[in-house]
């Protein structure tokens, strides 16, 4: 074995000297292929299994010149529910050394392997709709929706207006995009404009004495309904939006409702006495 791996070692590396003007001249063509380590096939065996702690470290694989010097031998691993792994010995060795060292173990996957799917933040996973009544959002500091909220200008009249009505005393309120971003889902939802309710109804919600708009920005858009009779009662609805139970609009009527002016005496029911 001495003496294959001298032969290994001879061939795999090539020192130039350079005070040698007939040897730097030549040619000289390194080798493709690490002898030394592509044949340390047992030590990398033994490593893999001393790191699996058990017998699932299968046939040999093959070997691969990662660098100068250094290279991996991978074995496939017989452990369940690990197909397409393989066992990867990394080797290295110093120059002009049959000495092998292994660097490090690892249980890599191959090109078919089974693998989880990427890992995605909560954060990122997290979808609207998936929040229930009783769940509670971590507090996010640097929410991109929401910026820093009105500072006093020393306007009496402008900071009353700004601060009570538009609901500006808040620490944090939503930006512009995330206003925009609020109207547009609402407008295509199923209180906007587009809705079967919008379509069959004679008049908008704009002019419907049920509407109290909305405040800021989204007053000229939406307001909030409170007609118990209507389905939208407390929800938030577009101008454009309408439904049956409109306060300006009335329904047709059925030719016998309500329309009796006389009493209606009832004929077939008796009176019995006992005797």
Partial sequence: MDTEVEGAVAEADVVVDAETPARSARTVRAAKRDAVLAAAV??????????????????HLGYTDDGERLGSHRFATTAPG?????????????????????????????????????????????????????????????DPRLETGYRPTGDVATDQVAIEDLGLWRERVPTRATLEAAATRWAAGDRGGTSAGARGSKEG?????????????????????VNEWSPDDGKVVSFDHGCGAHSETDGPRSGGDWKT??????DFQVDVTPG
């Fill in 205 to 225: 919600c704009e002019t419907c004495g049920f509407l109290v708009p909305l405040t800021g920005v989204l007053g000229s858009m939406f307001g909030v309904c």
């Fill in 82 to 142: 690990y197909r397409g792994w393989h066992w990867t010995v990394t080797v290295a060795r110093i120059s002009r050394s049959r000495h092998v060292t292994v660097c490090e173990v690892e249980l890599l996957p191959g090109d078919e392997a089974l693998l989880a799917p990427a890992w995605v933040p909560w954060a990122e996973r997290l979808a609207p709709g998936d929040l229930g009544a009783t769940d509670a959002l971590p507090y996010d500091a640097d």
């Fill in 42 to 59: 047992d030590l990398a065996r033994e490593a893999a299994l001393e790191v699996s702690g058990g017998d699932d470290v299968g046939a």
């Fill in 261 to 266: 002016t006389s009493p209606v005496v009832d």
